[in-house]
Structure formats: C-alpha cells, structure tokens
C-alpha cells in the first residue's frame, strides 16, 4: 500500500497518504489518533508525538516516532505548510474527518489488491513488533498504547 500511495501523481495526496499510512500501520496509531494531531504535538527534535489518548478529548500520551516515519511526516509538512492547526487539515483547513481516513485506505487498499481499513493497518503493527521484538507482549503492548 505505501508504495502505491508513494507512486500517486497529485504530490500532495500522495504525501499525506504516506504520511496517514505510516501512522496508522508502522506505529499503530488509531484513525482518532491521527486526525486529532496538530502540528505541534510532532517533535521532531524528541522524536516523538503526543497522541489523544482513546476514549479522552484532552490527555495525550507520548509515543516515540521511528526515523522513517519522522522523514515522510516531515516531507508532508513541507508541503503543508509550517501554520499552526491540524498536522492533516480538511475541508476550509478544519480537521481531516475520521471517515476521510477510512476512505483513503480503504480506497488504496483497493488498488493494491486489499480488502483492509485502518484498524487493520494497526492489527499490522502489532503482529510486526510482536515479531520483532521476539513476542514480548508488555513491550508491544506500551507500543500500542495499551494498559
């Protein structure tokens, strides 16, 4: 899917498609969890972004960003623009809607052959760093947020 969303002519779509597939599916971030980041909750000096926690409307909590998701975040705010607000604006510059999430990987998943939504994308991410950390579930389980 992101070599597909990589290849996409409208440069600006294809950034922020990049840019909302790596969140979703290599750091497992919920679809609320992306469309609720502003600008400012990305670090890139941290490394890190502070995502709404689920369930909440004002506690973030701190999630490290690994270096190849950092460089397509940053290729997309290049485009984007550095102004305060939603790091992925809408319509008239208001927050991208959950459902927009939904229809651009449902939509990409689709070209590629895929039957998937966001969720799944974050299934993705846990089966990954279950592998890779040799199935230490607390670890993954700080990964993804859980408690």
Do not use: Y
């Not at 599916?25 to 890139?44: A, K, S, W, Y």
């Not at 960003?65 to 319509?91: A, N, Q, T, Y």
């Not at 939904?102 to 991410?125: E, F, M, Y």
Request: one cysteine or more; hydrophobic letters at 35%; aromatic letters at 6%.
């Amino acid at each position: 899917m992101l070599e597909f969303a990589r290849k996409i002519k409208n440069k600006t779509k294809s950034a922020r498609s990049v840019a909302i597939l790596r969140l979703l599916g290599g750091q497992g971030f919920r679809r609320h969890g992306v469309t609720t980041l502003d600008l400012n909750h990305i670090d890139f000096n941290d490394r890190c972004a502070w995502v709404l926690l689920k369930g909440s409307r004002e506690e973030r909590t701190r999630f490290t960003i690994s270096d190849e998701v950092l460089g397509d975040l940053k290729r997309w705010i290049k485009i984007r623009g550095s102004k305060p607000g939603p790091l992925f604006p809408g319509v008239k510059n208001a927050r991208i809607a959950d459902k927009t999430i939904w229809d651009i990987v449902k939509h990409i998943g689709n070209k590629v052959g895929l039957k998937t939504h966001p969720h799944s994308l974050r299934h993705q991410a846990a089966t990954v760093a279950l592998d890779e950390t040799n199935g230490d579930v607390r670890s993954v389980m700080k990964f993804m947020g859980h408690k």
